[in-house]
């Protein structure tokens, strides 16, 4: 067997950094740059102040805030069903996701999450995945539009324009859905639905297949993601990265594996994962996530309880009435559906004392509630761990090293929403 | 019919969290409370927060909690210790997760930092800080993170008024109470009347 030889092969990035160090006499004067709030590479209003020596970033420290609206303070101060419109504007990108993930959270204080209809959890499914496709789409749109590629930014957005056409078929809004409510959804899919959304998956994968056609084999998208912004397995493990950006270094957790929720150890999909972790890597998981969205999206469809227009009508919702609203028929005729719709518009459910973590598999990442009860209709405290937020914090740490020119690139492939990231 | 999670593997999950939570108060002792389940998750809670650092050494080192999920804060307001800070921790080997805890005391309002643990506890602790008033000792940059710099209040506390206070820092940036005619409507649940389930405005009392 030949010897094998130890190549000591640095990426761009870190020979950047070595040259940094050995010219370090050589060094003129630096530079500071301020980038943001208003840029259009950072997708909403993320401010970093980069220590520029030259092309080379030296220092970058991150400021985010500029959109904080103290989503934690308001929950305190109502009950958890006035919350759910709040959700929508976490993630703005991905409305559906949020309110899956904040449902299940309150539903596993309550002790609940067991009982869910299966209608409704196969309901859930489908909106969660057309909620990762959109904002895959979108991702991966401004990530091109980003490094100029405007072919595919135009293609992602007539595909996300047809999944809002969905979107408000079933909830009544484009983007403001607060489709889910506690213990169930907030209506029955509307008749023709799961059709569209079955002709619409055929209609996506012919155009994922065309953006693949326009990106993956590129040479200039090639040159401006591989080996730029590498992320390390044990770096992005520190950093409490998740999502595609953890996958993309070659994790496998995936919260749709790791702790199975709702109905997906029914599905069958796979986790694609990154081999080294850099801009491409990020770029190529997000690609075939979509992928498997859909396969997740033709299986629910095929499987879903009651068929597509529900005709053995299967319930949607918990049946309980101290936590779901009664029919308004059963309110006007029933003394105690009335009591319950009154308790519960008035007062809230209650949910017992205690705390919990529920941990949901956003498109961004790991979208997590932890909830603290203390009893009755509002919660004592409520803190939402938003992926975008944990993801940003790795900055610091990734973007000295490389050219001003990759910030676009790296900020594209980490794929962060800011409504998100302040709350 | 529709099995969420294999029974078995529920169970493998929970005992695992709980036998951790059982290694950490063995490496302890009396420093670590007896492991409470509820929902099927283990917290512990420890009696001296300034050993929070040691405790999750421990826990990544030896019991491979090599991923912090998030850390929260809770204000205990009109008890006594008053901030409770929440620490969880995930094994992405094992899959399993722990809650730990530690109570601070008004008067101190500090406790160490595990930013040398894993690095992403940099930035919830400068939440915390931001939005608390918690300060974490060994700390590498413990600035304001969400609110500006200068800003002088704590708004997650109890005390802070939904509305907002006034402030004024000339040439940067100011704030005015929000005006709450419109909402957000306030729920106080066990009241007598609506005027006290509904007030505008909530007070920590109430």
């Known amino acids: 067997m030949p010897e094998v030889q130890n190549i000591d092969f640095k990426d761009p990035a870190t020979q950047a950094a070595s040259a940094v160090e050995e010219l370090q006499d050589m060094q003129g004067e630096k530079m500071v740059l301020n980038m943001g709030p208003s840029h259009p590479a950072t997708h909403g209003v993320l401010r970093i102040v980069l220590e520029l020596d030259g092309e080379l970033i030296t220092k970058a420290v991150p400021d985010v805030g500029y959109l904080h609206r103290g989503d934690e303070k308001i929950a305190e101060n109502m009950t958890y069903t006035q919350f759910i419109p709040y959700t929508d504007r976490l993630d703005y990108l991905a409305p559906l996701a949020n309110n899956v993930a904040y449902a299940l959270a309150v539903e596993k204080a309550l002790g609940i999450e067991k009982d869910l209809p299966p209608r409704c959890q196969y309901i859930r499914v489908i909106c969660c995945e057309l909620a990762r496709i959109s904002s895959h789409l979108l991702g991966l749109g401004a990530f091109g539009l980003d490094l100029g590629a405007v072919t595919v930014f135009l293609l992602t957005f007539t595909e996300r324009e047809k999944i809002y ?175 319950h719709q009154f308790i519960l518009v008035t007062q809230g459910m209650n949910v017992p004392p205690g705390e919990i973590y529920f941990g949901h598999e956003n498109p961004k990442g790991e979208l997590g509630f932890y909830i603290n009860s203390r009893g009755g209709g509002t919660p004592y405290r409520m803190k939402i761990r938003s992926p975008s937020f944990v993801n940003l914090s790795i900055l610091s740490h990734l973007l000295p090293g490389h050219m001003m020119s990759d910030v676009t690139a790296i900020l594209g492939s980490l794929d962060f929403v800011m409504g998100e990231c302040d709350r | 019919m529709f099995i969420r999670v294999h029974p078995w593997f529920q169970f493998f999950l929970i005992v695992t969290a709980l036998e951790f939570a059982q290694q950490i108060k063995t490496k302890f002792g009396d420093l670590i409370s007896e492991p409470a389940g509820f929902r099927g998750e283990i917290t512990i809670k420890l009696a001296n927060a300034e050993r929070i650092a040691d405790v999750c050494e421990f826990a990544r080192k030896e019991l491979s909690f090599d991923y912090l999920v998030d850390i929260s804060s809770l204000d205990n307001y009109g008890e006594d210790p008053r901030w409770t800070v929440v620490y969880h921790l995930r094994s992405l080997a094992n899959g399993c997760e722990l809650r730990v805890k530690a109570d601070v005391g008004e008067e101190k309002s500090e406790l160490p930092t595990v930013t040398g643990v894993w690095r992403t506890a940099d930035w919830h602790e400068r939440e915390i800080y931001d939005m608390m008033g918690i300060r974490f000792r060994g700390h590498p940059d413990l600035r304001r993170i969400l609110m500006w710099e200068g800003y002088p209040y704590f708004p997650l506390r109890k005390d802070f008024p939904l509305a907002g206070k006034p402030t004024q820092i000339p040439e940067v940036a100011f704030t005015q109470a929000a005006p709450l005619e419109g909402g957000p409507f306030v729920t106080a649940p066990g009241g007598k009347d609506a005027i006290e389930r509904e007030p505008r405005v909530r007070t920590p009392e109430s």
């Open chain 1, 165 to 339: 056409n969905l979107c408000e078929s079933l909830t009544g809004a484009r983007f403001t859905t607060s489709y889910t409510r506690i213990g169930g959804v907030s209506r029955d899919t509307p008749p023709g639905w799961c059709d569209a959304v079955r002709t619409f998956l055929n209609e996506v994968v012919v155009n994922i297949a065309e953006m693949e056609t326009l990106l993956t084999r590129n040479r200039i998208w090639v040159d401006r993601t591989r080996d730029v912004g590498v992320i390390p397995r044990d770096v992005a493990i520190d950093y409490g990265l998740s999502g595609p950006n953890l996958r993309g270094s070659g994790v496998d957790y995936d919260l749709r594996k790791a702790q199975p929720y709702l109905c997906y150890p029914d599905l069958q999909f796979d986790v694609p994962l990154g081999a080294v972790g850099d801009c491409y890597d990020r770029y190529l998981v997000r690609m075939e996530e979509m992928r498997q969205s859909v396969r997740i999206l033709h299986q629910c469809l095929d499987k879903i309880p009651g068929g597509f227009d529900n005709q053995s009508k299967e319930p949607v919702n918990v049946a309980d009435g101290k936590i779901v609203l009664p029919s308004k028929e059963k309110v006007m005729s029933s003394m105690e559906e009335l009591i």
